[in-house]
């Protein structure tokens, strides 16, 4: 099984500041057919179902906020969030579809 | 829009079964692969299972395989979960989700439904 792994756990960021969330697979998610890395980023609000933010590693999804970007390759992937907003308090996830069984991070809260 | 809505969770013993199902409006199902993702209270999210859209593949995380079996029936639409012999480690919210591939595979969900609690209690 593909491990996630996120970091930190929590991060408080002031309004108008970067936040930085990194995640590490336990093996590359790369698939070297198509040169897609097969990583996605969900953020989710308490008592919300997850919100997909980002899809291929770097794709953002139609709607999301430019603030909002993924980057990385193989095993080591960041979500950041350029600019914190009120509305980016949440819990952000990280997500292999590689291989089955598909596994999520441990998630990392970011609070203002 | 696309809708998911899931039903059947509640209160169950260890050792019983339940069956959850989500219903699907607002898309062609027959043509997606879909998902089941649990979230333990207070935890993060765990895969459960998934199903190719035409129901001729199905996938399973390892504590549940055995226990735990996908279906669909896409001319009603809904995706079902049968779960047996539940454990209080299957405490979750189980949330159905769509994948978001028109492709044969596994890949993210792009739509999720609200979910629903299933409490596995003595």
């Known amino acids: 099984d593909i491990v996630m792994t996120q970091s930190p756990d929590s991060l408080a960021v002031s309004l108008g500041e970067r936040a930085t969330i990194n995640c590490k697979s336990s093996q590359s998610v790369l698939y070297s057919s198509n040169n897609k890395n097969y990583l996605a980023w969900y953020q989710q609000k308490p008592g919300q179902p997850p919100k997909l933010l980002v899809y291929w590693a770097s794709t953002r999804v139609s709607g999301v906020p430019d603030r909002f970007s993924g980057s990385g390759s193989g095993t080591d992937f960041t979500l950041t969030i350029s600019s914190l907003q009120a509305e980016d308090v949440a819990v952000y996830y990280c997500?292999?579809?590689?291989?089955?069984?598909?596994?999520f991070g441990g998630g990392t809260k970011v609070e203002i | 829009q696309v809708q998911l809505v899931e039903s059947g969770g509640g209160v169950v013993q260890p050792g019983r079964s339940l069956r959850l199902s989500c219903a699907a409006s607002?898309?062609?199902?027959?043509?997606?692969?879909m998902h089941w993702v649990r979230q333990a209270p207070g935890k993060g999210l765990e895969w459960v299972a998934a199903?190719?859209?035409?129901?001729?593949?199905?996938y399973y995380e390892d504590s549940v395989k055995g226990r735990f079996s996908i279906s669909r029936d896409n001319s009603k639409n809904t995706l079902y979960l049968q779960m047996n012999s539940l454990r209080a480690e299957d405490t979750a919210v189980y949330y159905c989700g769509r994948d978001a591939q028109l492709v044969p595979g596994l890949y993210y969900c792009d739509y999720w439904g609200r979910g629903t609690l299933v409490t596995v209690s003595s």
């Open positions: 199903i190719w859209y035409d129901g001729t593949n199905k």
């Open positions: 607002g898309f062609t199902f027959s043509n997606y692969g």
């Open positions: 997500h292999q579809y590689y291989s089955s069984p598909l596994t």
